[in-house]
T-cell receptor, first 113, second 118 residues
Framework: AQSVTQLGSHVSVSEGALVLLRCNYS??????LFWYVQYPNQGLQLLLK??????LVKGINGFEAEFKKSETSFHLTKPSAHMSDAAEYFC???????????FGTGTRLTIIP | GAGVSQTPSNKVTEKGKYVELRCDPI?????LYWYRQSLGQGPEFLIY????????DSGLPNDRFFAVRPEGSVSTLKIQRTERGDSAVYLC????????????????FGPGTRLTVL
């Protein structure tokens, strides 16, 4: 069975600072990995995905993530935080691209003006 | 174009009552997923349809939960004898048909139905 662990349920960064949200995965087979964002009272939106092509994946809104097999990690980064980035972020894994997603518990990102 | 829609957006019911939650997927999407998101948690998988049939219902917590998709489009999640622990946001997602091999089809999520069991 696959799983993801998100370290830090709450992260606060200053506007303009680096954003780093951590995700570690466990999977017995090469995984698909995803980052989703959830704004208040809205549905989940896909930020980016890893599907075994390039290990450095670029997504929307300036976010990117790097798949590191040796560390079983898929951390999400953004060089410069913006106030509009404040939201809940979820890391997810699936074994196949069309299968159910297994989500982490989420990280709430707060941006300090 | 229209995204995934879910109705109602909010549902308040009393313990022991029966509820139905509806999901309208994106037109042309043959795969449909239900997830449940409890407060402070990530979404948890409940059931997945490919067309009219449930391809994977391993996430349904017990036999009080049932889902149907009779015509391969709209789906209804049914909960019998609701309990306070069923209170959560129920999310629906849809995607294009199964991708083969290492293919991938994005799941598009609806806004969810917030269920409160008093």
């Amino acid at each position: 069975a696959q799983s993801v662990t998100q370290l830090g349920s709450h992260v606060s960064v200053s506007e303009g600072a680096l954003v780093l949200l951590r995700c570690n995965y466990s999977s017995s087979v090469p995984p698909y990995l995803f980052w989703y964002v959830q704004y208040p009272n809205q549905g989940l939106q896909l930020l980016l995905k890893y599907t075994s092509a390039a290990t450095l994946v670029k997504g929307i809104n300036g976010f990117e993530a790097e798949f590191k097999k040796s560390e079983t990690s898929f951390h999400l980064t953004k060089p410069s935080a913006h106030m509009s980035d404040a939201a809940e972020y979820f890391c997810a894994v699936s074994v196949f691209g069309n299968e159910k997603l297994t989500f982490g518990t989420g990280t709430r990102l707060t941006i300090i003006p | 174009g229209a995204g995934v829609s879910q109705t109602p957006s909010n549902k308040v019911t009393e313990k022991g009552k029966y509820v139905e939650l509806r999901c309208d997927p994106i037109s042309g999407h043959t795969a449909l997923y239900w997830y449940r998101q409890s407060l402070g948690q990530g979404p948890e998988f409940l059931i997945y349809f490919q067309g009219t049939g449930a391809a994977d219902d391993s996430g349904l917590p017990n036999d009080r939960f049932f889902a149907v998709r009779p015509e391969g489009s709209v789906s209804t999640l049914k909960i019998q004898r609701t309990e306070r622990g069923d209170s959560a946001v129920y999310l629906c997602a849809s995607s294009l048909t199964l991708a083969s091999g290492r293919g991938y089809n994005e799941q598009f999520f609806g806004p969810g139905t917030r269920l409160t069991v008093l």
